[in-house]
């Protein structure tokens, strides 16, 4: 039975595929503090969050059964990635289901600036009946700026469009492809401040977006130039919005997310010319609903081993590379654990090496599957996975180089695993036979023809008469039943390996036997 606690209050009908699976125990704690959440953590699969919840490297250090983390928003920073990412935890987000609400309220805090609804609002509610001080401007014919043009900026370009705005956007990977396609002018950040009356920031909080709207682009700006903020605080630098909506430079900000949530003592908050609201873009039932959803089929994806998309701390795999890879993951992860298993001494660097049908294929996710493979051998499969392999590489200075190849040995497709140690250097290749799965084909430069599945002893001896009989007999006598085995020779009476799969796995002491035999120069129990 899998454990899953929801941290932060989530929809219960998106979250329903969660509830219903049979698998899965669902616990709902919410408003845990930091040290009440470390206290229970360490029984959970899964945590769910919406942005209340700071994942802190603490929380995911006693998580030690935790093998996702979902968000159900697209923003990420209230999870300290780098400490998922070494503890081999999946961060997920779901970057789509809130796209529409967040537009439609960044589009909502534009005409609320324009038309100065809140504080027109206040004063007649207040009872005073004031028409002469909340004179607004029209959208018609004024220039949306938008510094950012991903999911939510593209929207809200359309809305401006709607309204007969001009739109000027920023983003450095956009294309004057798409550009033209959305009816936007491809712009820089300078003219985006330069010309705009409206700005509005939708990029994620980043080191390069970190104050990116700052007293040096107020300076540039137009007077009376309004600016919009509905993606994170810190993209804008409040002490210049403060000082430019001061001095008169701009007319008006609408802020729905703060550097400092909640905003306490922020001068902002009390300023007439300010609209604010507190972090509500994503907050309908219909965003909510969506992004519940997709979390949560997503961390039963993950439960089940199965393929899951929108992984944060992964590099994502396009689905006609993921189509073409996925068949290699068992054979690649094989290779992986079988070379771990048969070299001896430190890991210093691992080639994997490609070619026939893998030539032209972007591979770099099966290389950590390989890698995966290495070190869950090494490691434990509880310390590393896909998602950490990497990393603990880079941090044990293992260096890990991928190549392809024109040799396939004749297969149509093949893929060579070499691992140098402090000691030695091993190679295994392997190939995925179509319509029989993977095969390993082989193991220190003998060819061999193996399913790799099983317990496996894979002996070196000397090519003498009697060898082989020798092995079998010893096994026999401590019933160890061999389903298959293989030869392979150098040249007559040279160096040889026998290959054997075997129904059990060998003790200690028949291994140390079989090691003691005349001609056997080694002996590995080797499983996959
Ligand atoms: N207020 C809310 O409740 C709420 C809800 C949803 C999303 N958000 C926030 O909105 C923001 C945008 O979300 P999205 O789904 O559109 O993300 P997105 O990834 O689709 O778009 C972000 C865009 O920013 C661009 N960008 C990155 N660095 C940039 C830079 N230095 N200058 C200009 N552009 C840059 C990217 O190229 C991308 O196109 C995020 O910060 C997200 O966390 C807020
Ligand atoms: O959970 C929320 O309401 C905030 C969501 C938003 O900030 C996001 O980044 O998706």
């Not at 607004?136 to 900026?153: A, C, F, Q, S």
């Not at 992860?333 to 660097?349: D, P, W, Y």
């Not at 040799?407 to 392997?430: D, H």
Request: proline share 4%; net charge negative.
């Amino acid at each position: 039975m899998f454990k899953v606690l929801v941290s932060d209050p989530l929809s219960e009908f998106g979250i329903q595929k969660l509830l219903d699976a049979e698998d899965v125990q669902v616990d709902r704690k919410t408003g845990l503090s930091e040290a009440e959440l470390i206290e229970i953590i360490g029984e959970y699969d899964a945590l769910l969050v919406r942005s209340q919840t700071k994942v802190t490297p603490a929380i995911i250090e006693a998580g030690k059964k935790l093998k996702a983390i979902g968000r159900a928003g697209v923003g990420v920073d209230n999870i300290d990635l780098a400490a998922a990412t070494n503890a081999g935890v999946v961060v997920i987000n779901a970057p789509d289901g809130n796209t529409i609400s967040t537009a439609e309220h960044s589009f909502a805090m534009i005409m609320a600036l324009a038309r100065r609804i809140p504080p027109a609002y206040k004063k007649l509610v207040d009872g005073e009946w004031d028409r002469k001080s909340f004179t607004g401007v029209e959208l018609n014919n004024k220039v949306l700026g938008v510094v950012g043009l991903g999911r939510i900026g593209a929207e809200v370009a359309k809305r401006g469009k709607a309204f007969n705005m001009k739109i000027v956007a920023f983003d450095p990977f956009l294309t004057q492809e798409r550009a033209d396609k959305l009816g936007v002018q491809f712009a820089t950040l300078e003219e985006v401040v330069t010309l705009a009356d409206f700005i509005t920031v939708h990029t994620p909080l980043t080191k390069d977006t970190k104050y990116i709207i700052n007293t040096k682009e107020f300076e540039k700006m137009k007077d009376g130039v309004r600016i919009v903020n509905c993606a994170r605080g810190g993209i804008i630098n409040e002490q210049a919005l403060i000082a430019a909506l001061e001095s008169g430079k701009v007319a008006g900000a609408a802020l729905d997310v703060f550097e400092q949530e909640p905003p306490l003592d922020n001068p902002l908050l009390k300023m007439p010319q300010v609209v604010v609201t507190p972090h509500l873009g994503a907050s309908t039932i219909e965003a909510q609903e969506n992004v519940a959803i997709d979390v949560s089929e997503e961390i039963l994806h993950i439960l089940h081993d199965e393929p899951f998309k929108n992984a944060v701390n992964l590099p994502s795999v396009p689905a006609n590379v993921m189509e073409k890879v996925k068949p290699y993951f068992d054979l690649n992860e094989k290779l992986g654990s079988l070379i771990a298993q048969t070299a001896v001494g430190g890991l210093k660097e691992v080639i994997v090496t490609y070619s026939g049908d893998l030539t032209d294929i972007d591979t770099a996710a099966l290389t950590r599957t390989t890698l995966k493979g290495i070190l869950a051998y090494h490691l434990g499969s509880a310390a590393a996975n896909y998602v950490n392999a990497p990393i603990l590489a880079k941090n044990r200075d293992i260096h890990v180089t991928e190549q392809k190849s024109t040799y396939s040995g004749g297969f149509s497709n093949l893929v060579t695993v070499t691992l140098k140690t402090s000691q030695e250097e091993k190679t295994v290749s392997g190939t995925l036979l179509n319509g029989y799965g993977p095969r390993i084909v082989k193991i220190d430069g003998y060819s061999v023809d193996l399913l790799p599945q099983g317990h496996l002893l894979l002996v070196h001896h000397n090519d003498r008469p009697g060898a082989i009989g020798r092995v079998g007999t010893v096994l026999g006598n401590n019933n160890v039943n061999i389903a298959t085995m293989q030869v392979g020779r150098r040249g007559v009476g040279g160096q040889a390996i026998m290959l054997l799969t075997v129904d059990k796995e060998v003790s200690p002491d028949v291994l140390d036997t079989l090691g003691e035999l005349g001609e056997i120069t080694s002996v590995t129990q080797l499983e996959l």
